[in-house]
């Protein structure tokens, strides 16, 4: 019995009613308390200095009902090392989570997580072992624990058990806004949060993102259920086709409201995954057009799924779009390189595109016209975020800090081969990325 | 016995330094003419008059040696499927080459282009099998035939067989220069031309290189020394990760003249080729820095050339070497990610790290002071080709029209694995490039 369904036709009139908006999703489950401290510090490998926010997510008893998956990047961090072993422990009650630097490849990275987890176990009287660490920023950067060590006390007084929003605005880091979905499911709820916002390409996971409910679910049963919503939802979305050494997902529940029908659970996870992953790429770094490309017909799904990828990762492609340039000529590019490369043997002859409905492709050759080209224009152009301003100086940032509309690039790909379909989710590729990318760190 | 080797280190103090070292290497090898031609037209897609120009490589004398390889992507243009068919041609005898469209999926491509072949084999008496077709540019539109059929007369005055700097510039489409690199071998020569600029990871052979020799070698000799030299030259480097449905290298001789040593001519092949490889870099959409990446003691040079392009192409790495941010972390992140989804295994406990010489990580964690980040700085600035100037409009455009050095931001990769080593060149991802790319075709 799904109360709430998937919201991606939303239209924001404003900054507040988006405010308004996440304030209505952001009610905790019951038996979940949150809190965060933010401190400055100068980081060991540079003089200039630099803000942490540390955030903390409580259960207010342990729960053996917990599930997480970790980044497939080979580099990973030292959190998602010690996370990995953390699986095998009977309880969790807490994940410390910090922004700015990730704690990847750091000397003395692990030993650096684990002091942090064993101070938030002294505060909260529990076990280190129950206390989940999470890390994201700058890579190669080593974590300031004596501030962290220091700060971590004054979390205490913000607990709440109300909203889940402090949780949303303390991960963040290029982030332009929070990001909270929830599913209300009879008493209970399954509510989530996401950072994005760069380095998303996520392989197993994206990078932060943190699953409460309430409902009681086996630990087995939210495992398998958590590898399966994966796929569709964070594993079937780029921002830049880079993947991060610290992609997390992790669920707990409180297991205070009895699960009443599991496939209704399934499904009101699955939509929250699937809605957090579009939101991750809506407030990519630099996005300004969300290009959604539903691959039909296709042998299979690892097949649809790729080629959907290849087309969203294809970096003039993106360009075309950020220019709200309907140059299909770099699908059709994007295609045939995936293909070429990686799907030799896949039959291209029964091949179809359509781009805001309209067809583009058939037959072996384009189906083009001055008409169309200005429908495929009006369609980028309506499915635009914001427009890009040229700025004084060269260094490009966004024009609005909320989402106005949930409208997407529509591009269907029909293969002719198949029952097999994929959707993945991906953006365009503007100056805002590269002003953010070129000048983020230093 | 090479009098020429690889020129990686040229320096040009002006526009005219550079012109005049192109001028020095443009000599044609005997026995060949070359002839262009420009006019204005109106594509039938769009209403914006466009120019094309329409370049003749001829021979002499129709040979039987000549070699070609052409792109692995997928979605072929009507020129490569026409040139794989030549492939089984007794002679060759012309190539003529157009940019501004490519001709790829375009209705009636192939016979199009067929008939642009049967007007060149008619003015200069020859049979159509003899002519190679080759288109580039935007991908999707027609080839205005009346008008190319109207303009080839008009190319035979211009035929001469001096320089080959007239088929260099015909050819371009948003290159800032022409590229020829040549290797004289005894009396005779090695000549070479390309094109860039964009769309550039080639798979099999980079878009429109031409070259040209009057030493005789086998045709079978020359496919296969074809085969061998492009694998570390075109197929080792990536501007933006994309393919084209273009790319094309030949190789022609006129056979005037003996080769007196087989090891010999293919080392001066694979050196044009290597240097044509990187002046298509140096030359890329919106590079301001060269990348070479040398990976060391990788098990094979797959698993080398791999882990190169990953690197190459990781866009937030790009982003970071285009603002002279030495953000290793972003180099480890695309190691890591590369390894983790594609070479699952691969033993990166022996990974060590330089960057313009200077250790960045061994044994699992990063080398980092803020020293070292100054010394890393001064690499990058040392090895931009120009720095970004905010433009007023907000559309960045590159600051010269020459190459400025050949300096490269060296990148070494040591896996402690095994023997075998790769070299991979790419280039960064800047303003330049997106505001090219949003904006090229409309």
């Known amino acids: 019995m799904l109360l709430n369904v998937s919201s991606t036709s939303l239209i924001f009139s404003s900054q ?69 072993r953390r699986l095998q422990e009977k309880c969790w009650r807490a994940v410390v989570i910090n922004n700015k630097i990730s704690n990847v490849c750091a000397p003395d990275g692990e030993a650096t997580a684990e002091k942090i987890c064993a101070k938030v176990a002294e505060l909260l009287d529990i076990q280190p072992g129950e206390v989940l660490p999470s890390s994201t920023g700058v890579i190669g950067w080593s974590l300031p624990v004596d501030e962290m060590l220091g700060a971590l006390p004054n979390i205490l007084p913000s607990l709440q058990g109300q909203s889940i929003l402090p949780a949303a605005e303390g991960i963040v880091t290029t982030d332009l806004y929070p990001k909270i979905r929830r599913i209300d499911l009879g008493n209970g709820s399954i509510v989530g949060i996401a ?7 996520p392989n197993l996971a994206t990078m932060l993102v943190y699953i409460l409910t309430d409902i009681a679910v086996s630990r087995d049963d939210l495992r398998a259920m958590l590898v399966r919503v994966v796929e569709p939802s964070f594993n079937s979305i780029s921002i830049d086709s880079d993947t991060s050494t610290s992609d997390t997902v992790v669920v707990l529940s409180s297991g205070k409201i009895t699960c009443s ?26 996005v300004r057009h969300v290009i959604k490309v539903k691959v039909h017909q296709a042998p299979d799904f690892d097949t649809a799924r790729h080629l959907g990828k290849a087309i969203v990762n294809a970096p003039l492609f993106k360009c075309a779009v950020a220019g709200n340039d309907p140059n299909v000529g770099r699908l059709v590019q994007a295609i045939g390189k995936h293909v070429g490369a990686q799907a030799a043997g896949l039959d291209l002859a029964r091949l179809r595109l359509r781009m805001g409905g309209i067809e583009i492709f058939a037959d072996g050759v384009f189906k083009l016209d001055p008409h169309k080209e200005n429908l495929l224009v009006a369609h980028l152009r309506d499915t635009e975020l914001y427009q890009s301003v040229a700025p004084t100086d060269g260094v490009y940032s966004p024009a609005v800090n909320f989402p106005p509309h949930e409208r997407c690039v529509e591009i269907e790909v029909d293969l002719g081969l198949g029952q097999a379909s994929a959707v993945v989710i991906g953006g365009d590729l503007t100056h805002e990325y590269v002003s953010e990318n070129a000048d983020y760190r230093s």
Do not use: Y
Request: proline share 6%.
């Open 16 to 84: 507040q009613a988006h405010r308004d908006w996440l304030a209505s999703q952001a009610k905790l489950p019951d038996g979940f308390r949150v809190g965060s401290v933010r401190f400055n510090f100068i980081p060991r490998e540079t003089p200039k200095p630099a803000k942490m926010t540390l955030t903390l997510l409580t259960l207010d008893e342990s729960t053996e009902l917990f599930a997480a998956m970790f980044t497939r990047n080979a580099m990973p961090g030292a959190p998602v090392l010690i996370g990995r």
């Open 261 to 286: 029908d599991m496939a209704d659970f399934e499904a009101g996870l699955a939509t929250v995954c699937r809605d957090l992953a579009e939101d991750v790429v809506r407030n990519g770094e630099g």
């Open 195 to 201: 950072k994005g916002a760069g380095m998303i390409e």
